[in-house]
């Protein structure tokens, strides 16, 4: 911790407490400047990855140094230990996700740190703390963050690193998604696409934990008897490429498993038309991501005689409402199951150097890849 007594003319990083990160671009890092003698607890600089403009991820992300900034009484100074790339961090930066900061901006929005200081008022939080932002908030890809002590959440220590960083986003989604729309009951039966992403294997988990069928759709790839293989080891009942169900009756593909009354898009196009193909009569498929980038097309008659029902899920909303404040609880219980084996998922761990080379994995440019995760301190 950088803690300075001035009493004299000093030449020195300005903390920027009170400054915008616009202000941090445009201010000089050092100036001299005539102080009273006073105390203040700064951050160590901080390397980040920051965007001045909308636009396509690798061209307007750069990674700089930040100085460091005042912590004040209330403030807790985090030095971030992971974060990962999440499809929606690439969609605020490139300026179409609906709630996103203000540029100049630092990437990320989850991830998992230790508490590095604290201010004079926080209680609750030492030093060596596991913390996460909860309900995750901007600007996690660096490497100190400071911020109100409200924002930090205390975690277990003996989490696994990169399950904490990545608890927030994809697994509470599948698992409120699993919750809020229809009863299930053991035995029932869910479909989603998209089942190789973070959302899809935790659907996927926490489904066969409560003895719910799940029956999940693939891209097609080379190598999908391996992916498929994978995805039957974490509890999947069925796996299915979308080549496979180019078929009249989806459903004759089906062994013993119930017609499944929910259903799971995160794609959009033809894998969403598979997912409403499978649904029974008075099914909802909720959707949740836009993958693909090509619209939901639906039937006439599957409105009329199957009446389906179409709904969405933004995690974001629901951590705004007053049932956010089971958010803590529930992250709590996720990473007690990632912690006993239970909730895993694929995941890479990349050196923040490698930073470029990841948010390429991220944007597709190298074919599926697991998630990517950024590890601040290899
Ligand atoms: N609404 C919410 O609150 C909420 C919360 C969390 C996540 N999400 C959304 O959920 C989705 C999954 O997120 P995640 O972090 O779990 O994903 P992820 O682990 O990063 O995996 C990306 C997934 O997207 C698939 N994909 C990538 N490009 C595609 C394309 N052009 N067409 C079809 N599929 C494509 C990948 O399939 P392959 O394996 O075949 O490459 C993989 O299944 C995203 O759309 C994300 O925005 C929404």
């Known amino acids: 911790m950088a803690s300075l007594v001035r009493s004299a003319t000093l030449r020195f990083l300005k903390p920027l407490r009170n400054l915008t990160l616009n202000d941090a671009f445009n201010h000089p890092r050092t100036q001299t400047l005539s102080v009273r003698a006073f105390s203040t607890t700064l951050s160590p600089p901080s390397k980040a990855v920051v965007y001045e403009q909308h636009g396509p991820p690798d061209r307007v992300t750069r990674v700089i140094q930040l100085p460091p900034v005042e912590v004040k009484e209330n403030d807790v100074c985090v030095k971030m230990l ?9 969609n605020r930066i490139e300026g179409v996700y ?3 900061p203000q540029v100049p901006a630092v990437g990320g929005y989850e991830g998992v740190g230790e508490v590095h200081s604290v201010g004079s008022a926080v209680k609750g939080l030492l030093p060596g703390d596991l913390v996460i932002p909860s309900p995750p908030s901007f600007g996690t890809w660096q490497t100190h963050i400071v911020k109100d002590q409200s924002v930090w959440y205390k975690i277990n220590k003996n989490s696994p690193l990169e399950y904490a960083a990545t608890i927030t986003v994809n697994p509470l989604t599948a698992l409120r998604m699993l919750e809020d729309f229809v009863t299930l009951n053991k035995g029932d039966a869910i479909v989603q696409n998209g089942a190789t992403s973070i959302v899809g294997q935790c659907i996927i988990q926490l489904a066969h934990h409560r003895g719910i069928h799940n ?7 080379t190598g999908s008897d391996e992916v498929k293989e994978k995805l039957k080891n974490l509890g999947a009942d069925e796996v299915f490429t979308e080549s496979q169900l180019e078929v009249k009756n989806v459903k004759g593909l089906l062994s013993g498993i119930p017609e499944p009354a929910l259903g799971f ?16 009569r008075g099914g909802t498929m909720v959707t949740y991501g836009g993958m693909s980038k090509k619209p939901i097309t639906v039937s006439t008659t599957s409105f009329i005689f199957k ?24 992250i709590d219980s996720l990473l007690d199951l990632a912690r006993e084996g239970k909730l895993k998922y694929e995941m890479e761990l990349v050196p923040f150097d490698n930073f470029n080379a990841a948010l390429d994995k991220a944007l597709g440019k190298q074919g599926s890849q697991p998630k990517q995760v950024i590890n601040f301190q290899l």
């Open 265 to 280: 898009n995160c794609v959009g196009g033809n894998a969403a038309s598979l997912v409403l193909k499978f649904l029974g």
């Open 82 to 90: 992971a974060a990962p790339i999440n499809p929606s961090d690439i």
């Open 307 to 330: 009446n389906l029902s179409l709904r969405g899920f933004w995690l974001q909303n629901w951590m705004s409402t007053e049932k956010a404040k089971e958010c803590r609880v529930l």
């Open 98 to 100: 609906p709630v996103r």
């Open 215 to 221: 029956i999940n759709i693939i891209r097609d790839r």
